[in-house]
């Protein structure tokens, strides 16, 4: 019994026909785990950007209290609030010391507000900070103000 080439090939294209395609059943489960697994994604990985903003945050205001503290070594004094933190961009006027300023560029914060200074501060000698999320005073969790205090 030898089955000939050409009912072979029949046989061959009918089975290939029938198992050609994903059923609809097969996509939709494929969907919802694709859904489910980007769910756990987002709920784990949000939270930790906020907390990465924050932590920029209080890096940059420990990096423009520091550039504050070199200021007041070499002349002597904290900017005032007329000067504001710009002065920290340039080497001071006469100085032979430096030649660069104490930081190379004035961040901003993470949500695009730019930091405050206040000499004298409430909370110290000077307060540098950033009004949070909400870019207003005071607030709570990612609301919060973030400063040198």
């Known amino acids: ?4 080439l050409r009912k072979l090939k029949k046989i061959y294209a009918a089975a290939r026909r029938e198992d050609a395609g994903f059923s609809l059943i097969e996509l939709m489960v494929v969907i919802v785990i694709i859904g489910l697994l980007t769910t756990i994604v987002v709920v784990n990985v949000l939270p930790s950007q ?5 932590e ?4 940059d205001v420990r990096l423009i209290e520091t550039a504050l503290e070199l200021y007041r070594l070499d002349v002597k004094r904290y900017p ?3 000067e504001g933190i710009d002065v ?3 080497p001071p006027r006469g100085s032979s010391v430096r030649s660069e ?3 190379k560029s004035l961040p901003t914060d993470p949500w695009g507000n ?5 000499y004298p501060g409430d909370h110290g000698r000077f307060d540098v900070f950033s009004y949070g999320a909400d870019g207003r005073v005071g607030g709570e969790g990612l609301n919060a103000d973030i400063g040198n205090w």
């Open 80 to 82: 005032t609030l007329e």
């Open 50 to 54: 906020d907390r990465a903003m924050v």
């Open 1 to 4: 019994m030898w089955i000939s």
């Open 114 to 118: 730019q930091y405050q200074y206040l």
């Open 56 to 59: 920029k945050a209080r890096a």
């Open 88 to 90: 920290l961009l340039v």
């Open 101 to 103: 300023g104490y930081i």
